[in-house]
């Protein structure tokens, strides 16, 4: 059988040899300038955010009022207990005026600014407070405040929209594990899971007065987890569904790991390690808030358990 390819014209192989030469050239070209030009986005964003957090906390000096022993000494004691324990390191505290239940921390380099809005100081008892305080400072002692400037401008990167979206839901997921990593600072700060959970629960629901109210609204937040399209928005939140919160917290205070933190920040502020803690709840008794009292522990005033009965801390 006759069999020849000897028609091939010269130059073909040539041409192909350059074609996949050429090929290999323009990937490699252009992946060197996508790295490159991820590197001037990265850094790019990491100025745009540094520019924005300085003009942020310009314009918070002159409309927040900034938490001093003397312009406000109750609320000053409690940042200087909460930090005392958690030692988070440089914090100025500042009090803004706004119609919302809102607090945060900002800042890439020290001192960081831990923001309160009012309402939270209307709203909360001084225990509440410092589960508030101790979960931002809890932020800054972890480096939150300014790994989510450079992570969330990494994340922000500008991909093909499934990746976008992957690096969108991951960044988040993060977000939200810094969160319960707060909460337990909180915890660590104001040393009371009933005050805990009571403030988590004031944030949805500010104007709690009576035991029942407060049921109820765990009652609705409770309901929220077991709905499939709240579990599914959760992935794109920052923060967990407030009934994950609390559920998360009253499984850490019953570490062995949180009773040795507690005692150790506890030392801090001079309290004994086996003290009770300032409303009536002992270490060893974890016990969820909505537990109505037992008979035997009926010598507990009524202000002691249900610390949204107290008078308020106004500031
Ligand atoms: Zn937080």
């Not at 350059?18 to 050239?25: E, G, R, Y």
């Amino acid at each position: 059988m006759f069999r020849s390819r000897k028609y091939r014209v010269d130059n073909e192989q040539v041409v192909l040899a350059v074609t996949i030469l050429l090929v290999l050239f323009v990937i490699v070209l252009t992946s060197t300038a996508t790295f490159c030009l991820s590197g001037v986005f990265i850094v790019g964003m990491f100025l745009i955010s540094a520019l924005m957090i300085r003009s942020h906390h310009r314009a918070l000096m002159q409309t927040a009022k900034r938490v001093t022993p003397i312009q406000t000494p109750k609320m000053a004691m409690l940042v200087e207990e909460c930090a005392s324990k958690l030692q988070p390191g440089d914090v100025e505290t500042y009090l803004v005026k706004k119609d919302q239940m809102n607090a945060y921390t900002f800042g890439l380099s020290d001192p960081k600014a831990l923001v309160v809005y009012t309402p939270m100081i209307s709203v909360m008892g001084p225990g509440e407070l410092k589960f508030i305080i101790g979960h931002e400072m809890g932020h800054v002692a972890l480096g939150h405040t300014w790994l989510n400037t450079i992570v969330g401008g990494l994340a922000g990167i500008p991909a093909p929209f499934g990746a976008a979206v992957v690096l969108y839901a991951t960044f988040r997921w993060w977000n939200r594990m810094c969160e319960f990593s707060a909460d337990r600072a909180g915890l660590l700060a104001c040393g009371d899971l009933n005050l805990a959970v009571s403030a988590l629960v004031k944030l949805a629901a500010p104007n709690i007065r009576s035991q029942q109210e407060f049921e109820r609204a765990l009652a609705v937040l409770d309901a929220q987890d077991d709905q499939v399209n709240n579990r599914l928005a959760e992935v794109f939140q920052t923060h967990p569904m407030l009934i994950r919160r609390i559920e998360k917290l009253r499984e850490y205070a019953r570490t062995e790991e949180y009773r040795w933190l507690q005692a150790g920040v506890n030392r801090n502020v001079g309290q004994q390690a086996g003290s009770p803690m300032p409303t009536g709840q002992t270490r060893e008794d974890p016990r969820p808030v909505a537990t109505p009292p037992e008979p035997q522990e009926q010598p507990k005033s009524p202000e002691e358990r249900w610390p949204w009965l107290k008078p308020k801390d106004n500031e």
